[in-house]
């Protein structure tokens, strides 16, 4: 990474725990143990994100915010999505949720991170839900959840969430991981 910017912040040692526990859920999921949690309870109350000291940019769906060295436009929020071809089921009581944004690095260098990571949705009942990197009809997921731009380069996909059934998505957040670099929150709908 040394000739290129990190646009999530820097790499710490939280988001590579975090980044395994993420690619470990679809071996766990396949899991029949009782002690295995669900998806779904995999998330985190909204106090219990790190504090920032940055004013998040806020739109909504469909609208493009500027985030220090790119634009993340909050293309749409698929609910419910429908589980890919070989994709399990969402847990008893869930439904998953797909957002697509589309990514642009406005910066004049290289631009790496990892959307599944740098995005999150907040539901009705305040609470964080996020990512399980399952596949969905309709929309695909980065590089398994990698985003790497060069200078001026697009890409678009997909991150999905397990949300209760009974819980609306009323925000939509990208960005800021642990509270570091620029965030953007897109009010849903």
């Known amino acids: 990474m040394a000739n290129g910017a990190h646009y999530g912040g820097t790499l710490t040692l939280k988001r590579l725990a975090v980044a395994a526990v993420v690619a470990a859920i679809p071996l766990v999921a396949g899991c029949t143990s009782s002690a295995v949690t669900t998806p779904s309870a995999v998330t985190t109350p909204s106090a219990s994100i790190p504090p920032t000291s940055r004013t998040p940019s806020t739109a909504h769906t469909g609208a493009t915010l500027s985030l220090s060295t790119y634009t993340v436009r909050l293309v749409q929020v698929i609910d419910p999505a429908q589980p890919g071809q070989y994709t399990l089921s969402p847990a008893a009581g ?10 642009t690095n406005t910066s004049g260098s290289a631009l790496t991170g990892n ?6 949705v907040i539901g009705s ?32 996909g997909c991150v999905v969430f397990p949300v209760p059934t009974g819980v609306s998505v009323v925000k939509v957040k990208y960005g800021g991981y642990a509270g570091q670099g620029d965030f953007g929150v897109w009010l849903n709908p």
């Open 115 to 120: 959307a599944n990571i740098e995005a999150s």
């Open 125 to 156: 009942d305040n609470q964080t839900y996020n990512a399980y990197p399952v596949p969905v009809s309709g929309c695909t997921n980065f590089n398994y959840g990698q985003v790497q731009l060069a200078a001026g380069e697009s890409t678009t």
């Open 94 to 103: 869930d439904r998953y949720v797909a957002t697509v944004f589309a990514i």
